[in-house]
């Protein structure tokens, strides 16, 4: 039997019983786990996050509830950093919407979002839940590199899609459909042999949903990607994460190793903007980093602590803007809806 690499990966991450985000026990984080994310390096993203939310809702005209929804929440340390993190009247102002049906990570995210829970200030939402109406800001943490997405490429006459048979993983001869017509427009130089991209099928559903239920406010997303040009010239394929160790390796343990696949910058960008948002468009998390930090003011506020502390954060710093770290390699993508 064929399978293509998508439903594959669909399965492997969210089959009820075996899926890897859908597992009792989460293997995320540092020791003995499989990979880590920009929240286990420090709070430094949740404290920028804070500063960015808070100008998104004086903009807003420092509206009384300023809802604050993150799908693909995991174990709610961005909500948690970012809690931690408000001042004053953003603070108070300030309603984090959990919402992600991992279990293992959903257990973590009642532990960790508990104070803000007991207040009211921290609530959970399933995902077959109806997405409220809301005014403050979407975010997400890389969400749109855990969905289910299809390789292809262009052998120089024709698509071809990639998929696991009874002898192995292999690439078959298929129609791409929208994908195709979307690749070739993205290609800058027009497609050379070789080229390919990832295609997400499920992205314009779960956009349209999110901005749907943005009345007035910011959407943002933090994710590993690149354009489509860059994604089509480097023949993006599937990613497999096991033990800290990265290959491409993505028919092997289903269900055991996390599956992400680049997100398509350029296409996400088009389909917020399809859904009546004003985006600036998309930018390194270095510069986005450098853009909203106070880093100055941080640097010295840092000189007052011991340097243990003071190492951990500049430590922080430098994992979220060095290139080669995620500086370059992760990108956030920023669009705004008017009241
Ligand atoms: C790579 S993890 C990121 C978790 C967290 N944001 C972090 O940075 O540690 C991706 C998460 O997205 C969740 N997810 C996938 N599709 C989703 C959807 N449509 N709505 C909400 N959560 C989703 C998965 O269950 C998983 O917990």
Same mark, same amino acid.
């Given at each position: 039997?064929?399978?293509?690499?998508?439903? +594959?990966?669909?399965?492997? /991450?969210?089959?009820?019983?075996?899926?890897?985000?859908?597992?009792p026990v989460g293997p995320w984080g540092f020791e003995g786990k499989d990979y880590y994310t920009a929240l286990d390096l420090g709070p430094l993203l949740g404290e920028t996050l804070a500063l960015r939310l808070e100008k998104a809702w004086e903009r807003l005209g420092r509206p009384g509830v300023f809802t604050v929804l993150e799908p693909g929440a995991g174990r709610g340390w961005l909500g948690r950093?970012?809690?931690?993190?408000?001042?004053?009247?953003?603070?108070?102002? #300030?309603?984090?919407?959990?919402?992600?049906? !991992?279990?293992?990570?959903?257990?973590?995210?009642?532990? *960790?979002?508990?104070?803000?829970?007991?207040?009211? &200030?921290?609530? +959970?939402?399933?995902?077959?839940?109806?997405?409220?109406?809301?005014?403050? *800001?979407?975010?997400? !943490?890389?969400?749109?590199?855990?969905?289910?997405?299809?390789?292809?490429?262009?052998?120089?006459?024709?698509?071809?899609?990639?998929?696991?048979?009874?002898?192995?993983?292999?690439?078959?001869?298929?129609?791409?459909?929208?994908?195709?017509?979307?690749?070739?427009?993205?290609?800058?130089?027009?497609?050379?042999?070789?080229?390919?991209?990832?295609?997400?099928?499920?992205?314009? &559903?779960?956009?349209?949903?999110?901005?749907?239920?943005?009345?007035?406010?910011?959407?943002?997303?933090?994710?590993?990607?690149?354009?489509?040009?860059?994604?089509?010239?480097?023949?993006?394929?599937?990613?497999?994460? &096991?033990?800290?160790?990265?290959?491409?390796?993505?028919?092997?343990?289903?269900?055991? *190793?996390?599956?992400?696949?680049? $997100?398509?910058?350029?296409?996400?960008?088009?389909? $917020?903007?399809?859904?009546?948002?004003?985006?600036?468009?998309?930018?390194?998390?270095?510069?986005?980093?450098?853009?909203?930090?106070?880093?100055?003011?941080?640097?010295?506020?840092?000189?007052?602590?011991?340097?243990?502390?003071?190492?951990?954060?500049?430590? !922080? #710093? /430098?994992?979220?803007? /060095?290139?080669?770290?995620?500086?370059?390699?992760?990108?956030?993508?920023?669009?705004?809806?008017?009241?």
């Amino acid at each position: 039997m064929t399978q293509s690499a998508s439903d +594959f990966m669909a399965q492997a /991450l969210y089959h009820p019983e075996r899926g890897y985000y859908r597992r009792p026990v989460g293997p995320w984080g540092f020791e003995g786990k499989d990979y880590y994310t920009a929240l286990d390096l420090g709070p430094l993203l949740g404290e920028t996050l804070a500063l960015r939310l808070e100008k998104a809702w004086e903009r807003l005209g420092r509206p009384g509830v300023f809802t604050v929804l993150e799908p693909g929440a995991g174990r709610g340390w961005l909500g948690r950093d970012l809690l931690s993190a408000a001042k004053g009247d953003f603070a108070e102002a #300030l309603l984090y919407l959990h919402r992600d049906d !991992n279990p293992a990570a959903r257990c973590l995210a009642e532990q *960790a979002l508990e104070p803000w829970a007991a207040m009211g &200030k921290a609530q +959970f939402r399933s995902e077959a839940e109806a997405l409220p109406p809301l005014v403050g *800001a979407i975010l997400s !943490n890389e969400l749109f590199d855990a969905l289910p997405a299809q390789p292809w490429r262009w052998t120089g006459e024709a698509w071809e899609r990639e998929v696991l048979t009874e002898d192995g993983p292999g690439w078959e001869a298929a129609d791409p459909g929208e994908a195709g017509q979307w690749f070739a427009a993205q290609a800058e130089d027009g497609l050379q042999p070789g080229d390919g991209s990832v295609w997400c099928e499920g992205l314009p &559903k779960l956009v349209k949903d999110l901005c749907g239920s943005l009345q007035a406010g910011l959407f943002l997303a933090i994710d590993y990607g690149e354009s489509a040009s860059r994604l089509l010239s480097k023949g993006a394929d599937l990613r497999r994460y &096991k033990g800290h160790a990265v290959d491409g390796r993505w028919w092997e343990e289903p269900g055991e *190793a996390d599956l992400t696949a680049d $997100v398509d910058f350029t296409r996400l960008e088009s389909l $917020v903007r399809g859904s009546g948002l004003t985006s600036t468009g998309h930018i390194s998390l270095s510069r986005w980093i450098r853009e909203h930090a106070p880093l100055a003011a941080w640097e010295e506020a840092w000189l007052s602590l011991d340097s243990v502390a003071r190492i951990k954060r500049m430590e !922080n #710093l /430098l994992q979220l803007t /060095l290139p080669t770290m995620m500086g370059e390699r992760f990108r956030v993508l920023e669009a705004w809806r008017e009241p």
